[in-house]
């Protein structure tokens, strides 16, 4: 009698075991899979910022390049011309003006391209925004009459400045002046550039490059 009693217990043993296992097995499942959940929208959500920051990157190169690329090619133009004004022991102080206000120029483009960047994402650095805004605003004062124009004797050539094809120019040589869009500054850098060309007897080659510049 006492091994038909012993029975059942030791029945009831192996099942508990059983269900032991099941459950230890249920638990480890249920944790792989919300380890594996987790790893999947972290890799998923990498991923996307990753194409998210691809695609900003290539609309931002392809901007940035096609709005720079000519005032870049001047500047390289304008360097060249410095390099063969010293191999000629030519000193030229409108070359030196015209290079210096051509990357004025060029910084003024970056801080614009930045200005619209900021403008369509929000979330850019409020102060860097601010700052611009503030830089464009003390320009705007010293450049402005009182009629709202540029005040030509202050900002179309600083003081004391060589006389030259500088003194003709009928354009604010100041970069962030509003009196002229960037495009238009950049045309009369350019046209600048061309009149120094003739001046110092450069190659035609050379206008006829600056004169491709200007048409595109």
Same mark, same amino acid.
């Given at each position: 009698?006492?091994?038909?009693?012993?029975?059942?217990?030791?029945?009831?043993?192996?099942?508990?075991? @059983?269900?032991?296992?099941?459950?230890? &097995?249920?638990?480890?499942?249920?944790?792989?899979?919300? %380890?594996?959940?987790?790893?999947?929208?972290?890799?998923? +959500?990498?991923?996307? =910022?990753?194409?998210? $920051? &691809?695609?900003?990157?290539?609309?931002?190169?392809?901007?940035?390049?096609? %709005?720079?690329?000519?005032?870049? &090619?001047? =500047?390289?133009?304008?360097? +060249?011309?410095?390099?063969?004004?010293?191999?000629?022991?030519?000193?030229?102080?409108?070359?030196?003006?015209?290079?210096?206000?051509?990357?004025?120029?060029?910084?003024?483009?970056?801080?614009?391209? @930045?200005?619209?960047?900021?403008?369509?994402?929000? &979330?850019?650095?409020?102060?860097?925004?601010?700052?611009?805004?503030?830089? /464009?605003?003390?320009?705007?004062?010293?450049?402005?009459?009182?009629?709202?124009?540029?005040?030509? =004797?202050?900002?179309?050539?600083?003081?004391?400045?060589?006389?030259?094809?500088?003194?003709? $120019?009928?354009?604010?040589?100041?970069?962030?002046?509003?009196?002229?869009?960037?495009?238009?500054?950049?045309?009369?850098?350019?046209?600048?550039?061309? @009149? /120094?060309?003739?001046?110092?007897?450069?190659?035609?080659? /050379?206008?006829?490059?600056?004169?491709?510049?200007?048409?595109?």
């Amino acid at each position: 009698m006492s091994w038909v009693k012993s029975v059942p217990s030791s029945g009831d043993d192996v099942f508990d075991e @059983e269900e032991d296992d099941l459950s230890l &097995q249920n638990k480890e499942w249920r944790t792989n899979m919300e %380890k594996r959940a987790k790893e999947g929208y972290r890799d998923g +959500a990498d991923a996307g =910022k990753e194409a998210s $920051l &691809q695609h900003g990157f290539n609309a931002g190169y392809r901007e940035g390049a096609a %709005k720079m690329v000519a005032i870049g &090619q001047l =500047k390289g133009i304008l360097s +060249a011309m410095q390099c063969w004004c010293q191999q000629q022991h030519l000193n030229s102080p409108l070359l030196r003006q015209l290079l210096q206000d051509v990357v004025k120029h060029e910084e003024a483009m970056v801080r614009n391209m @930045e200005m619209e960047m900021a403008k369509l994402h929000p &979330q850019a650095n409020v102060r860097d925004v601010t700052d611009h805004m503030e830089d /464009l605003a003390v320009w705007g004062a010293d450049c402005a009459s009182e009629e709202g124009d540029c005040a030509m =004797k202050d900002c179309s050539r600083e003081e004391g400045a060589e006389e030259g094809i500088f003194s003709s $120019l009928s354009v604010c040589r100041n970069p962030t002046c509003d009196t002229f869009s960037l495009e238009q500054r950049l045309g009369q850098l350019m046209k600048t550039c061309l @009149e /120094l060309v003739a001046e110092l007897g450069l190659p035609e080659e /050379l206008s006829h490059h600056i004169k491709q510049l200007m048409s595109t």
